[in-house]
């Protein structure tokens, strides 16, 4: 899976344009660190969360289930269209 933080480039947004971490592809076991080092990164921002997977590892879908809870974010499912 591939996290990335997006911020919004509608027009007439700025300087409040809405970010969010879009969440792509597959869970492996390793999807887990991937997220806690970009949570890292956020410094206690509490992006809301675009999920658009087929799914995979369960184990590693429950630990990221965890996380998000953990970390009060929102999620969604949805896809991000990247220009």
Do not use: H, Y
């Given at each position: 899976?591939?996290?990335?933080?997006?911020?919004?480039?509608?027009?007439?947004?700025?300087?409040?344009?809405?970010?969010?971490?879009?969440?792509?592809?597959?869970?492996?076991?390793?999807?887990?660190?991937?997220?806690?080092?970009?949570?890292?990164?956020?410094?206690?921002?509490?992006?809301?969360?675009?999920?658009?997977?087929?799914?995979?590892?369960?184990?590693?879908?429950?630990?990221?289930?965890?996380?998000?809870?953990?970390?009060?974010?929102?999620?969604?499912?949805?896809?991000?269209?990247?220009s």
């Open positions: 899976m591939r996290f990335v933080v997006v911020r919004s480039s509608a027009t007439g947004c700025e300087p409040n344009c809405p970010e969010w971490i879009s969440a792509e592809g597959t869970i492996e076991a390793g999807t887990p660190a991937l997220f806690r080092r970009l949570l890292k990164t956020l410094d206690g921002r509490q992006l809301p969360i675009v999920v658009n997977s087929p799914g995979g590892n369960v184990d590693a879908a429950l630990q990221l289930g965890r996380m998000i809870r953990k970390n009060k974010l929102d999620i969604a499912v949805g896809i991000t269209e990247f």
